[in-house]
């Protein structure tokens, strides 16, 4: 079975552009989340579907983020403009109950 | 203010040795909670978890004990491998909600020593 599979694996882009994550989840998992973690410190869960519709996305930070998740399957999140503290590790996860993680888009803001 | 802590941001234990690993949380409403493998350049992968109506879960060598009077989680690894070294990512939720939302501590770091 394949994994969680996140592109692109690293991402070096300067403020004010915009960049497109994307994750591939687990086939057949509906629940698909997007965490983040900053700087060493703790992975902050973003937000969470069910298929195509946003469960919570209590998480986001601001409407720079914008998370879709067409059709049910693939997710990605758009960041524009990218500002500086927008780097960080950008962690995709899917389940039917214990969460399966991708191995994450190292984001660098410039 | 974070709700699950973990407050040891590293560890270095002898091979063969017990590695003890900490975790506090300040919601009572976490009823599930886990604990996170994560390599360098990979994704966390899940290791033990436990609910709050057992104390203790054991696979392998690797045990967990929940004392809810403390909020206060730990994860044992008898006895301890090289191949453990590793950042560990305590987790809680409350089981009865429906988003499954994961609330992550900021990891603890441990290095196991040949």
């Known amino acids: 079975e394949a994994g969680v599979t996140q592109f692109p694996s690293h991402s070096v882009i300067e403020k004010g552009q915009t960049v497109t994550l994307r994750c591939d989840p687990i086939?057949?998992?509906?629940?698909l989340y997007w965490y983040r973690r900053v700087m060493g410190k703790e992975i902050k869960f973003l937000l969470h579907?069910?298929?195509?519709?946003?469960?919570?996305e209590s998480g986001m930070p601001n409407n720079r983020f914008l998370a879709e998740r067409t059709g049910g399957t693939y997710s990605t999140l758009k960041v524009q403009p990218a500002e500086l503290e927008d780097s960080g590790v950008y962690f995709c996860?899917?389940?039917?109950?214990?969460?399966?993680f991708g191995s994450g888009t190292q984001l660098s803001v410039l | 203010d974070q709700q699950v802590k973990q407050n040891s941001p590293s560890l270095s234990v002898q091979e063969g040795r017990i590695s003890i690993l900490n975790c506090d949380y300040t919601?009572?409403?976490?009823?599930?909670f886990l604990w996170y493998k994560k390599y360098p350049a990979e994704g966390p992968t899940f290791l033990i978890s436990?609910?709050?109506?057992?104390d203790k879960n054991e696979d392998g060598r690797f045990t967990v004990f929940l004392n809810k009077s403390a909020k206060h989680l730990s994860l044992h690894i008898v006895p301890s491998q090289p191949g453990d070294s590793a950042v560990y990512f305590c987790a809680a939720s409350p089981l009865m909600d429906s988003s499954y939302k994961l609330i992550f501590g900021s990891g603890t770091r441990l290095l196991v020593r040949p």
């Open positions: 579907f069910v298929k195509e519709s946003k469960q919570d």
């Open positions: 086939s057949g998992h509906d629940n």
């Open positions: 919601n009572s409403m976490f009823d599930y």
């Open positions: 436990i609910s709050s109506i057992k």
């Open positions: 996860a899917s389940s039917p109950r214990d969460l399966s």
